[in-house]
């Protein structure tokens, strides 16, 4: 049998890390499939979707600047998705395609496996959120489910914020918008960083406080280097004495697993694949 063919679209997509990943997953669970980079024109999302499965193609990861786009491409689309108003993976199924969201699932997996190593566990913890982009808002949704018993959400613009409060607003959770110059009267257990500011080199400027009163300070970004200090804000929490930090490259791995689960039935092994992407990320 003809090997199922998937890629990851998105524009640019050169340095995804997606081939390498799925590939590993297919030769763990012995799946027979293909795996390509697709760069498609940024006014041609759905001519280059179209035109990937009416080739046969089985499924795609779908990175920037298509999730929203990619939510828009079907009508079938899964609740999660809907609720991070994105999507990242597609399935050609029998009568069409399939929309789906895995970044959410796979930052709450990788944050258990930081729990396993002492990191505080998302149930009944106090969560700050630095921005309130697409990647906030694919997160909040899931971290809800797993039981948070606060999210505050800070970001230069307050106004994106709050709107992202008003969506997710919830009886049992305190939700709150803020501007990084606030007073705050309270600290967090776990500071996520979900702002572009690290793909720059550079920092938010949440207050030295906060930051040093979290126990986990994890950016859903990453860099070069070890997982515990591979982008700015990681560094300066460390610096700082913040007992555990964290780079996403784990939530890549778990996103992209959930992925591979969706598309093939079967969970692959994420650890060893995130341990192998280390080791090549140490070396870069
Ligand atoms: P994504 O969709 O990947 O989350 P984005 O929408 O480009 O990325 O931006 C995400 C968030 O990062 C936004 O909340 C943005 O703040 P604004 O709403 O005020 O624009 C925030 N952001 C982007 N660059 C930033 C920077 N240099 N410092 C602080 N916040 C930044």
């Given at each position: 049998?003809?090997?199922?063919?998937y890629?990851?679209?998105?524009?640019?997509?050169?340095?995804?890390?997606s081939?390498?990943?799925?590939?590993?997953?297919?030769?763990?669970?012995?799946?027979?499939?293909?795996?390509?980079?697709?760069?498609?024109?940024?006014?041609?999302?759905?001519?280059?979707?179209?035109?990937?499965?009416?080739?046969?193609?089985?499924?795609?990861?779908?990175?920037?600047?298509?999730?929203?786009?990619?939510?828009?491409?079907?009508?079938?689309?899964?609740?999660?998705?809907?609720?991070?108003?994105?999507?990242?993976?597609?399935?050609?199924?029998?009568?069409?395609?399939?929309?789906?969201?895995?970044?959410?699932?796979g930052?709450?997996?990788?944050?258990?496996?930081?729990?396993?190593a002492?990191a505080?566990?998302l149930?009944?913890?106090?969560?700050?959120?630095?921005?309130?982009?697409?990647a906030?808002?694919?997160?909040?949704?899931?971290?809800?489910?797993?039981?948070?018993?606060?999210i505050?959400?800070?970001?230069?613009?307050r106004?994106?914020?709050?709107?992202?409060?008003?969506?997710?607003?919830?009886?049992?959770?305190?939700?709150s918008?803020?501007?990084?110059?606030?007073?705050?009267?309270?600290?967090?257990?776990?500071?996520?960083?979900?702002?572009p500011?690290?793909?720059?080199?550079?920092?938010?400027?949440?207050?030295?406080?906060?930051?040093?009163e979290?126990?986990?300070?994890?950016d859903?970004?990453y860099?070069?280097?070890?997982?515990s200090?591979?982008?700015?804000i990681l560094?300066?929490?460390?610096?700082?004495?913040?007992?555990?930090?964290?780079?996403?490259?784990?939530?890549?791995?778990?996103?992209?697993?959930e992925?591979?689960?969706?598309?093939r039935?079967?969970?692959?092994?994420?650890?060893?694949?995130?341990?192998?992407?280390?080791a090549a990320?140490?070396?870069?």
């Amino acid at each position: 049998m003809s090997a199922a063919r998937y890629a990851v679209i998105g524009n640019p997509v050169a340095h995804s890390k997606s081939p390498a990943i799925h590939e590993a997953f297919a030769r763990e669970t012995a799946q027979n499939l293909s795996y390509e980079r697709i760069c498609a024109p940024i006014e041609s999302f759905v001519a280059s979707v179209d035109a990937f499965f009416e080739a046969g193609g089985a499924g795609l990861n779908v990175t920037l600047p298509f999730k929203l786009a990619a939510l828009r491409y079907t009508q079938n689309v899964s609740e999660r998705a809907v609720r991070a108003g994105a999507a990242n993976t597609l399935r050609r199924d029998a009568d069409g395609v399939f929309a789906d969201n895995t970044d959410g699932v796979g930052l709450v997996r990788d944050l258990a496996r930081l729990a396993g190593a002492g990191a505080p566990p998302l149930r009944a913890a106090r969560v700050l959120i630095a921005g309130a982009g697409g990647a906030s808002r694919g997160i909040i949704g899931p971290l809800l489910d797993a039981g948070v018993a606060r999210i505050a959400i800070v970001n230069r613009t307050r106004a994106t914020a709050q709107a992202l409060v008003l969506q997710f607003q919830n009886p049992s959770v305190e939700l709150s918008a803020h501007e990084y110059g606030a007073a705050w009267g309270e600290s967090f257990d776990i500071i996520l960083h979900a702002t572009p500011a690290s793909l720059f080199d550079a920092r938010v400027p949440l207050h030295d406080d906060l930051i040093s009163e979290a126990k986990l300070v994890y950016d859903l970004a990453y860099g070069r280097g070890t997982a515990s200090d591979s982008t700015e804000i990681l560094r300066h929490a460390r610096a700082l004495g913040v007992a555990h930090t964290c780079d996403g490259l784990g939530m890549l791995v778990e996103q992209a697993a959930e992925s591979f689960f969706l598309w093939r039935n079967i969970r692959p092994q994420s650890a060893p694949v995130l341990a192998a992407l280390r080791a090549a990320q140490a070396h870069v």
